[in-house]
T-cell receptor, first 111, second 115 residues
Framework: GQQVMQIPQYQHVQEGEDFTTYCNSSTTLSNIQWYKQRPGGHPVFLIQLVKSGEVKKQKRLTFQFGEAKKNSSLHITATQTTDVGTYFC???????????FGKGTLLTVNP | DAGVIQSPRHEVTEMGQEVTLRCKPI?????LFWYRQTMMRGLELLIY????????DSGMPEDRFSAKMPNASFSTLKIQPSEPRDSAVYFC?????????????FGDGTRLSIL
């Protein structure tokens, strides 16, 4: 079964507030990818993290990969209504091709 | 550029009927994935093809499910006979190469309802 925990499951914020979702694994990861799925839509690739301690930014989104490569976070600064959707972390272990999706964090934003 | 194309977008059928879902991956992509998404179980990988060859079908629920990829530009997922518990959104995704370092590009999905 899945060995990646994503928290929280749901998050409701007021527009302008910050938001963070976390992805935790019990084992070391080769890399981690983040996807966003809008309501009624399909998952869309956001970013991939590979290196220990890596930090990447995309406008208001900041992605981090833990030093031990067992956890990751996605932080959104000053949320907007366009940020609504489910954010998934997707992990890969070792040389296994197989990607495992977390359960996702559903973000809703009150305008 | 055309993305991953899935058909039909919606399918409603009675239990016991055969259901065939279709997928055209992005041209040049040699890895293709079939996923199923439900509220209860989230997004589950059903089967993965590389260069048209099924690599891992351990996620396929049972013998009622089968998938084929006769060529690089077409894949099908078939359910026969269908059951109400098969109701879900089925996504097809493709990526550039074998392995998990490339992003997966998803189609719009097929929303399947089995009555």
């Amino acid at each position: 079964g899945q060995q990646v925990m994503q928290i929280p499951q749901y998050q409701h914020v007021q527009e302008g507030e910050d938001f963070t979702t976390y992805c935790n694994s019990s084992t070391t990861l080769s890399n981690i990818q983040w996807y966003k799925q809008r309501p009624g839509g399909h998952p869309v690739f956001l970013i991939q993290l590979v290196k220990s301690g890596e930090v990447k930014k995309q406008k208001r989104l900041t992605f981090q990969f833990g030093e031990a490569k067992k956890n990751s976070s996605l932080h959104i600064t000053a949320t907007q209504t366009t940020d609504v959707g489910t954010y998934f972390c997707v992990v890969r272990r070792g040389s296994n091709y197989k990607l495992t999706f977390g359960k996702g964090t559903l973000l809703t934003v009150n305008p | 550029d055309a993305g991953v194309i899935q058909s039909p977008r919606h399918e409603v059928t009675e239990m016991g009927q055969e259901v065939t879902l279709r997928c055209k991956p992005i041209s040049g992509h040699n890895s293709l994935f079939w996923y199923r998404q439900t509220m209860m179980r989230g997004l589950e990988l059903l089967i993965y093809f590389n260069n048209n060859v099924p690599i891992d079908d351990s996620g396929m629920p049972e013998d009622r499910f089968s998938a084929k990829m006769p060529n690089a530009s077409f894949s099908t997922l078939k359910i026969q006979p269908s059951e109400p518990r098969d109701s879900a959104v089925y996504f097809c995704a493709s990526s550039l190469e074998q392995g998990a370092s490339q992003p997966q590009h998803f189609g719009d999905g097929t929303r399947l309802s089995i009555l």
